[in-house]
């Protein structure tokens, strides 16, 4: 299945991709995709139903002018592995993590995947991030095997890791001073599930900022996959039903390059990842 959210900020419901451009809704059987739905075997019981009503012609509705929001709603937490592609660490100048490097993020960062991407104040080195994003499934901890790790995960997501260079390397402490800025998380446009993906580690990843390819990647050269990234992660945390992991990013960030390229007012951003969908966003000036 491909799970989305459909209409106005804080209003989103339930949905399913019926087709290219179509859906079904499911706002009378799910009120969202939350931690209650992923927690309470919402996927199996939704399984069947959105097969009958993609069968039925009636019940198919046209995404034309509708709003995707982010496929999930608000999330526990939103976690992040930093430096997650050894291309993507050798840009940076850092070496190899021999550990997943683990940071959080604001939930609140959570927007749909075209929604407008907002400049803090004080930012002077905003840069963009595609990455494959997982959604955790069941209440998980101390995962006894990468095998368990994979009935933990509801599905996949594309993710657009958003940071603010200055505050995350300049300005002290933890990372997440420089991830977790308003509208630094978009996801979408739906949810995979991992039933319609054959290989999540062969997956093609690209990123274009103004029409230009800043980021060619694939999954394949994650350091860490996503099945370890979770059995390692539940050794450490308890994760939820609904919660988002960001697994990183290949290299083209703008920090990578010589001279750096950071993002600008009315830039636009265009990125994807196979099978899982693609988000245009609008850069737009601090408040």
């Known amino acids: 299945m491909k799970l989305l959210r459909i209409g106005p900020v804080g209003r989103e419901r339930p949905a399913a991709l ?8 499911l706002s009378d059987v799910a009120d969202d995709f939350d931690e209650r739905f992923f927690g309470s075997g919402g996927l199996d ?15 198919v509705r046209s995404l034309g002018g509708e709003r995707v929001g982010a496929p999930i709603a608000r999330p526990h937490q939103i976690l992040c592995i930093g430096l997650n592609y050894s291309d993507h660490a050798a840009e940076t100048g850092q070496a190899v993590p021999t550990e997943p490097i683990l ?10 995947p075209n929604d407008d991407v907002r400049i803090p104040r004080g930012s002077t080195k905003p840069d ?24 933990s995960i509801a599905g996949f997501v594309v993710v657009n890791d958003v940071s603010e260079r200055a505050f995350q390397i300049e300005r002290g402490g933890q990372w997440s001073k420089g991830k977790s800025a308003e509208t630094f ?12 993906i054959e290989d ?3 997956l093609d990843m690209w990123l274009d900022v103004n029409g230009v390819r800043r980021q060619t990647g694939s999954t394949s050269t994650m350091i860490f996959d996503p099945y ?60």
């Open 18 to 25: 019926a087709g290219e451009d179509s859906y079904v809704d």
């Open 45 to 59: 019981r939704i399984l069947p139903i959105v097969a009958e009503r993609a069968a039925d012609p009636a019940a």
């Open 103 to 112: 940071f959080t993020k604001s939930p609140n960062t959570l927007i749909g």
């Open 128 to 151: 963009w991030e595609v990455e494959l994003g997982i959604v955790i499934g069941q209440r998980t901890s101390y995962l006894d095997s990468v095998e368990e790790a994979r009935q």
């Open 185 to 196: 998380n978009p996801a979408g446009p739906w949810l995979v599930t991992p039933d319609e």
């Open 200 to 202: 999540v580690l062969a």
């Open 228 to 287: 370890f990234i979770v059995h390692y992660l539940s050794q450490f945390l308890v994760l939820e039903p609904g919660d988002l992991i960001n697994t990183g990013t290949p290299p083209g960030v703008g920090m990578g390059f010589r001279p750096p390229i950071w993002l600008q007012p009315g830039d636009v951003i265009e990125l994807g990842i196979e099978g899982l969908g693609r988000q245009r966003q609008n850069v737009l000036a601090p408040r």
